[in-house]
């Protein structure tokens, strides 16, 4: 049984504004681990830049819209797979999304993950994305790291207790 893909769409533009919407570029590729919120795209429109957000967290799974091409009102731009999918049944998915240099927090959140790893023999089905440095340098922003159990957000710009990230981990598996 396979749940339905979540759709990221453009916003309703104004059809007689004159000016054709554009996507600029993607933040995420496909196969890219991402968390609700998470910026996804960005679309040049006459009057500003519209940031896209994931609806939900999960794994992008495939784009259909490229950069530099133009956008429709409410077009289907890409589509996530939920993170409710994405680990096997008796696993539990970690996600450890860092910034393009590894900081500090980034650092200590893998150690983390380490020793939980450790603690949860064969259960923690660990994946990690980085952020693209040109992408980072670009706008002058360096992501903080996000630590996501499941679906969870247990973290943003911060290292968790290893306790409380065990605790969701074993409600997780029942």
């Known amino acids: 049984m396979t749940e ?3 759709e990221v769409r453009a916003p309703q533009y104004d059809r007689d504004s004159g000016c054709e919407p554009m996507l600029l570029f993607w933040y995420a590729q496909p196969g890219d681990t991402v968390v609700e919120g998470q910026d996804l795209c960005e679309i040049e429109t006459a009057k500003a830049v519209v940031v896209i957000t994931a609806p939900c967290g999960g794994v992008l799974e495939e784009i259909l819209v490229g950069e530099s091409q ?3 009102s409410e077009q289907l731009l890409a589509r996530i797979r939920p993170a409710a999918e994405a680990a096997p049944s008796g696993r ?3 996600t450890l999304i860092g910034a393009p240099k590894k900081c500090a927090k980034c650092v200590a959140c893998e150690e983390l993950i380490a020793r939980l790893q450790e603690r949860f023999p064969g259960v923690i089905d ?5 952020t693209d440095d040109a992408e980072a340098a670009e706008f002058g922003v360096v992501m ?4 996501v159990v499941g679906n969870l957000i247990v973290a943003m710009g ?3 207790e290893e306790d409380k990230v065990a605790q969701l981990i074993e409600k997780q598996l029942g």
């Open 4 to 6: 339905a893909l979540s």
């Open 70 to 72: 133009p956008v429709e």
């Open 92 to 94: 539990v998915k970690v």
């Open 126 to 130: 660990f994946h990690q994305h980085t």
């Open 144 to 147: 903080p790291p996000f630590l």
């Open 158 to 160: 911060a290292v968790p």
